[in-house]
């Protein structure tokens, strides 16, 4: 398969990456920065350089042409302010869609956020995060064209992944390393019938080839 995943240098996606490498996939990673190009070959995948707060809709669906999959795991990062969380969080997410909607790529796969919500008013930053995440999340639920799965992890750690998760529409807060996040990835990938499911994940004791297969048949 050929994925394309935008924040191709995140700390969730370099691991995907390595995973879909290792399996023969072709995976592509949008980055912003050129710089960061290395780090995606040394994972195994292609790098492509697109800077999503500013690309247009055509732009992003020559990138994603050719795919049969996506993967949205960019985000402003923990550092950024109230505007980046809407230009990435929020509208890098809605122009991944629009493009993969343009493109005639149909599998889309979100990395959001636990607690995203898009009627959250507060107005800390990470309100507004979780606040852009819920539109995001919104905004590719209506999209009828695209076979959307949203993904929202609990707490990350960068703890070693155990392969055991708890996978469910609702498992209550909780940690999961970001290797367990990469691997449950690359199971919805492989699984269509997640299609229009929002899930969260977070540690547990299934294995997550049996947690995405016992959520697929649910």
Known sequence: MRIVIAGGHGQIALRLERLLAARGDEAVGVIRNPQQGEDLREAG?????????????EETAEVLRGADAVVFAAGAGPNSGSARKDTVDRGAAVLFADAAERAGVRRYVVVSSMGADPDNRGEEVFDIYQRAKGEADAYVRSRRSLDWTILRPGMLTNDAGTGQIQLAVSTGRGPVPRDDVAAVLVELLDTPATAGLTLELISGNKPVTVAVKDIAGN
């Open 45 to 57: 995948a292609e790098p492509v350089v697109l800077d999503l707060e500013s690309a247009s809709v």
